[in-house]
């Protein structure tokens, strides 16, 4: 019998706790490799001389940290011609070490079953030599991963035997060069984990088997899933990139029928979990479940390719890997066993499978928790996790006296009604049958609430608080994550998020209700650190971040119109210093006029709208002239507002910058966008639209990022004057103490004074009971409060409802005829019922001379009179107004419109990132080469 050639491959990445027992254990195999290659992936803690010592430098590949273990094997195999028709690939990982006689029990095994292509061995756990890890692994359709062992089961020879399995590890597998080659090897989407699910699966499909040999062990540290070490070739959490492999895995290789009814259960099931885990405190499980999942469905042509890869052999293999797949009936148990989990009062265990149970023997292992107490520690631990968690709790003190009514509303927010149905339709509807009537389109920032409205189980008053109320906690963490390529310093991050989160423009605009502005206030960040993606030159990164940022700033403009042209400003600018920003810029800007295309055509009829944001406009919610001083503070007038020296300390701090002789370009672009933010402001500021003052909360947003980020690039300095010692020492001292003053004294005024606005969390429904249950279909009700008025049809208004622009015709023979009924004129009454108009409410207090005017008209005739309002009734006919034809346009536009946001978040979702070399660039040089340009320097 011809001797088969074997060639031996083993890949490090800082593995050097484990690696030389590994190359000892090769070495001293009963039959030895024939051909030995290395692969060093950028190690930091010495194996790439590990493995020079063994296997000599001639036999060693060193690659980027950021390969995949896939891609090591392949750049090797490139590198080395095949040796014969009779040649295997032997892989092992640096944390896998070999029995003396595995490599000779699995060539055994191979000349026995011709038909064997893919062999692994039997694996035992590295610390615990008599706990069983593997011995062949299977999978569920939901992509569960499944050994077939209990936990922390011991080998007593149970399992022994050459078993045909669906899949083995890569940790010690054996498989036929001729057929590595003819499937394509390890697809280089899979990094880690899942790779050898997927390779295994496509070799069955090819027509060859996978077995396991119990005689051949090897025990394995499995540090990458145990996160014994760092994982840098990818971003993701290694519980979620295990997650996302498994359902793309399955969902690639399954035949188009089981992978529609594979994804219906993986998204219901997923949905399921992520609630289990949230209700039984695992956060970061569930966090895991929900991108993971959200990762594949995202990008839809990804998992197109992959399918028509493996198109070849797959429902051929599919009848013969049907019966190693998991049972049908075992995921419904594992649900059971979850549920019945949760109800005893423990915690679900996650989705990926596999076992943490090892508890280290020696103080250089790291120790390794169970999945739930290891996920809050690790939650805890991070900076940018405890500042959410303090804005959410200062947030929630300061807004005491709003949680736990039974409506939101006041100021700018109309009270909060309705559910995710109601705004759909009104959405969606072509003549819109309240007030007057309208057929004008609805505001989009409506389809917005609605989304998530139904994201919230169809409570739009949920999806309103968590905006406006917790527009604090969620700006402070856009802010942080924002800044994590721009400021290096962590504390520094921390604080500029801090600070942004607890700006006057937020506290003011959650004290009036104005959702707008607090929805933006939490997009700026974002808007600024895709804009600094935009300006980086990576055109792919480029590219994705261009349709990103038009979405978002779709988002935005829904819900202010003025962040559009103030975004487009920046950007004109942008592109003139960067010329090849060009077209990723005209893709952000075309995108909010392609998306709110037929609702912006309707405000170019009214140029002055633009200055409006979404809610009512009440003059008395803006101030009449904004003093000096609080622009300087960025302080937008009105209700809720701190004083002036509670944000003195930012502007202090910027100030102080200006004396630097260093970064003087990140000085200059920062004081830039500021200032340009605080004209603006002025000039809106002295605008009326529509009766009232347009509040200039957008622009100080704007005024108020480029303060913040300033001062948090330039902090690192006062760390180099504090370095110095005496004046300097005190003037850091000083700057610093200024500095970190204005998030604590806007956190503590906040929390002491509490929200002081119109805004309440108990607002009176504007329609009378009686009214709503006495008017028949087709009557409206008109209901005066002060000296405003307004026309309701059988209910409150939903959100979005009262901005509908009204006939001119028709309000001015509403106001004329509202005039004359107040006044004692006789007459109006019957004008009141030609517009369909039935009964008239007046909001509480009702004065008595008021009451006695609307008594003395004959044609009126009072049903209520009390401390909660008044209500009378037309005693003329009432016109039934009949319901208007719907647009032709109206309802294509809208499959087009929902269309196109689709489209648009699949071009915008991050993809894998290359593998390469790392140029990594400190954010503080990148800010300063962006600066340089900006300012038309070379």
């Known amino acids: 019998m011809s001797r088969p050639y074997v060639t031996a491959i083993v890949v490090a990445h800082d593995g050097a706790r484990w690696l030389g027992e590994t190359l000892r254990a090769l070495v001293n195999q009963s039959r030895r490799p024939d051909r030995v290659a290395g692969v060093d992936n950028g190690s930091r803690d010495g194996s790439a001389d590990l493995l020079a010592q063994a296997f000599g430098r001639g036999n060693l590949i060193s690659l980027p940290r950021s390969t995949g273990f896939g891609e090591s094997v392949a750049e090797v195999l490139a590198k080395l011609p095949p040796a014969g028709s009779d040649e295997w690939i032997w ?66 020879g149970q399992h022994d035997g050459t078993h045909d399995v669906l899949s083995v590890s890569t940790a010690g597998m054996l498989i036929r060069r001729d057929v590595w080659e003819q499937v394509g090897g390890l697809d280089p989407f899979f990094p880690l984990f899942r790779d050898d699910l ?6 069955r499909n090819a027509g060859h088997k996978v077995l396991n040999v119990t005689f051949a062990v090897a025990w394995h540290a499995e540090a990458a899933a145990r996160r014994r070490r760092r994982i840098t070739v990818s971003g993701d959490h290694p519980r979620r990139l295990d997650r996302r492999n498994a359902i793309f895995v399955v969902m690639a290789n399954l035949p188009f029928g089981a992978m529609l009814w594979t994804l219906l259960r993986n998204v219901l099931g997923s949905a399921f979990r992520t609630a289990l885990f949230v209700v039984s405190k695992q956060p970061a499980n569930a966090l895991d479940e929900m991108v993971a999942m959200a990762s594949v469905l995202l990008h839809p042509f990804r998992l197109l390719r992959a399918r028509r890869a493996r198109r070849h052999g797959r429902k051929k293999g599919y009848i013969r890997i049907k019966r190693l797949m998991t049972p049908r009936g075992a995921a419904w148990r594992r649900l059971t066993d979850m549920v019945q989990s949760f109800l005893a009062g423990e915690a679900p265990v996650d989705s990926t499978g596999r076992h943490h149970h090892a508890t280290p023997s020696t103080e250089d292992e790291y120790e390794v928790v169970p999945a739930d107490t290891g996920a809050v520690k690790r939650f805890l631990s991070r900076p940018g996790a405890v500042l959410m968690l303090a804005l959410t709790a200062v947030a929630l003190v300061a807004e005491r006296s709003l949680l736990g009514g039974e409506r939101l509303g006041g100021g700018a927010l109309v009270p909060v009604t309705g559910g995710a149905g109601d705004l759909w339709a009104f959405y969606t509807e072509g003549f819109h049958d309240i007030g007057l009537g309208s057929n004008a389109w609805a505001p989009p920032y409506v389809a917005v609430l609605a989304a998530l409205s139904t994201l919230a189980f169809g409570k739009t008053w949920l999806a309103v608080s968590v905006l406006l109320l917790g527009s604090v906690p969620l700006a402070g963490t856009t802010a942080y994550l924002a800044t994590r390529h721009v400021i290096p310093a962590v504390p520094a991050r921390a604080w500029a998020a801090g600070t942004y989160a607890l700006l006057p423009v937020a506290t003011g605009a959650v004290a009036a209700g104005r959702l707008g502005t607090a929805v933006v206030f939490v997009l700026v960040p974002l808007y600024a650190s895709l804009g600094t993606v935009l300006l980086s030159g990576e055109r792919r990164r480029a590219r994705r971040a261009a349709w990103a940022l038009g979405l978002l700033l779709a988002v935005g403009t829904a819900f202010a119109p003025l962040v559009y042209p103030l975004f487009t400003v920046l950007g004109v600018l942008a592109a003139v210093a960067f010329r090849g920003v060009v077209t990723s810029m005209a893709i952000s800007l075309a995108v909010p006029l392609v998306l709110l295309f037929p609702w912006l055509a309707g405000l170019a009829t009214s140029p002055g709208r633009i200055l409006l944001e979404a809610g009512l406009h009440d003059p008395a919610l803006v101030d009449a002239a904004l003093a000096p001083e609080s622009l300087l503070a960025l302080s937008p007038g009105g209700p809720g507002l701190p004083p002036f020296w509670v944000t003195a300390g930012l502007v202090a701090a910027a100030l102080a910058a200006l004396l630097m002789r260093r970064r003087r370009m990140i000085v200059a672009v920062g004081w830039g966008i500021t200032l340009y933010g605080m004209l603006a402001a002025i000039l809106v500021s ?20 480029g303060l913040v980020v300033l001062v948090g690039l330039t902090a690192h300095r006062l760390a180099e004057l504090r370095a110095g010692g005496g004046l300097r020492w005190l003037g850091a001292m000083a700057v610093a103490a200024v500095a970190f003053s204005t998030p604590l004294l806007a956190a503590g005024y906040w929390v002491a004074t509490g929200v002081r606005g119109p805004l309440v969390g108990d607002a009176p429904d504007v329609l009378p009971v009686l009214a709503a249950a006495r008017t028949t279909h087709g009557e409206r009700t008109l209901v005066i409060k002060g000296s405003s008025f307004t026309v309701l049809h059988g209910r409150t208004p939903l959100i979005g409802e009262s901005e509908l622009p009204i006939a001119s015709e028709a309000r001015t023979r509403l106001g004329t005829a509202v005039e004359g009924l107040v006044g004692g004129r006789g007459g109006d009454a019957a004008t009141l019922g030609r517009l369909g108009v039935g009964m008239v409410a007046v909001a509480p207090p009702v004065s008595a001379e008021l009451a006695r005017t609307l008594d003395s008209q004959p044609s009126l005739a009072r049903m209520s009179l009390s401390e909660a309002g008044g209500l009378w009734r037309l005693a003329e006919p009432v016109v039934r107004v009949p319901a208007q034809p719907v647009s032709a346009l109206h309802t294509p536009w809208l499959w087009t419109q929902a269309a196109l946001v689709l489209v648009i978040a699949v071009l915008a979702a991050p993809g894998r990132r290359e593998s390469g070399p790392e140029t990594v660039e400190t954010p503080p040089a990148a800010a300063a080469r962006v600066a340089v340009k900006v300012a038309g320097g070379r």
Do not use: I, M, N, S
């Open 91 to 156: 892989l092992l990982h640096d944390d896998c070490a070999p029995d003396r006689r595995a490599l000779e029990a699995l060539l055994t095994a191979a000349a026995q079953d011709p038909k064997a292509a893919v062999l692994g061995p039997k694996l035992l756990d590295w610390l615990d030599r008599r706990r069983l890890l593997e011995v062949g692994v299977t999978v569920g359709r939901t992509g569960r991963r499944e050994t077939g062992l209990e936990p922390r089961e011991f080998d007593q």
């Open 686 to 705: 002295r605008v009326t639209v529509e009766g009232a003052r347009a509040w200039p909360g957008v622009p100080l947003a704007f005024a108020g990022t």
């Open 198 to 203: 997927d390779l295994c699966w496509r070799v």
